[in-house]
């Protein structure tokens, strides 16, 4: 599972940044992020069962077009 914080800051980062466009799809429930310099795409797609969060999809599909390795939640093991 991906640290939620750590999406949620990555998509105010693509929010505020300028060379990216952002379209939200909300019946398929996906989001797409488009570099408006190279012309590169990278998608998002939540589950079936989910619930859409825009925001999550955003920082996630943004992530995923810049390279940006997505930070995953740490899990407390052996308690």
């Known amino acids: ?22 379209r939200t799809c909300h019946f398929k429930k996906k989001t797409f992020c488009i570099s408006l310099v190279t012309g590169k795409s990278a998608m998002a797609k939540c589950h079936k069962n989910d619930l859409f969060d825009t925001y999550y999809g955003i920082g996630i599909a943004y992530c995923r077009l810049k390279g940006i390795k997505i930070k995953e939640q740490q899990s407390l093991k052996g308690c």
């Open 1 to 22: 599972m991906y640290d939620k914080h750590f999406i949620y800051k990555m998509a105010k980062k693509a929010i505020n940044d300028n060379t990216v466009g952002i």
